[in-house]
Structure formats: structure tokens, C-alpha cells
């Protein structure tokens, strides 16, 4: 079946880094335009960014362009999120996300906090 396990969530301080990774598993990877989301507490899950199968195009919310970079490694099955300059605002439950067969599978999460 379709697994998603997201990981390399954490605390971490203004200004800093953080690089999430998603392991994908039970469908053609590499067929498939990946999502990552994130959902803070009291708000509505929201779309950070998307990539397309081959890699070759990207998308990404208004609020993270320039900071957070998404890509992928078709050979691994793992889609990754590298996110710069991170902001308090940036704190949430980071989600990746595959739509198959019309269907959403989602991974578990991973929490990002950013504080001081």
C-alpha cells in the first residue's frame, strides 16, 4: 500500500535551517507530482510547495518563495524540503502528499518549530 513517512522535523531558532525529507513507498514514485503541506494549530492545512515528476518544475506558496527549495530523488523514492531563513511563522505540522488514482495519501508529519 501507500506509505508516506515524513522526517527531519525539529526545533529550531529563527534565521535557521531545516532539511525535511519524505520516503515514499507502494506506488510508481516517479510518475507522480509531490506536495509538501503544513498545518498550524488553528489554522487550515496549506500547500507549501510542489514539484513534477521529473523534478523539472516547481511551485511554491507565496510565503515560503526564495527561503524553502523542494526537490527529489526519483532513484531513492524520497522528496525533500530545504527550508532557509525560517520564521516563527513557519511552525507547523509539515505534511508530504501524493494524489493517486484521484486519491490523497498523506504522511503522518513532521512537527517544525521555529523559537527562540
Known amino acids: 500500500q501507500v506509505q508516506l513517512v515524513e522526517s527531519g522535523g525539529g526545533l529550531v531558532q529563527p534565521g535557521g535551517s531545516l532539511r525535511l525529507s519524505c520516503a515514499a513507498s507502494g506506488f510508481a514514485f516517479r510518475n507522480y507530482y509531490m506536495t509538501w503541506y503544513r498545518q498550524a494549530p488553528g489554522k487550515e492545512r496549506e500547500l507549501v510547495a510542489g514539484?513534477?515528476?521529473?523534478?523539472?518544475?516547481?511551485n511554491y506558496a507565496d510565503s515560503v518563495k526564495g527561503r524553502f527549495t523542494i526537490s527529489r530523488d526519483n532513484a531513492k523514492n524520497m522528496v525533500y524540503l530545504q527550508m532557509n531563513s525560517l520564521k516563527p511563522e513557519d511552525t507547523a505540522l509539515y505534511y508530504c502528499k501524493a494524489v493517486i488514482s484521484l486519491r490523497d495519501h498523506w504522511g503522518q508529519g513532521t512537527q517544525v518549530t521555529v523559537s527562540s
Open positions: 514539484i513534477s515528476s521529473g523534478g523539472s518544475r516547481t
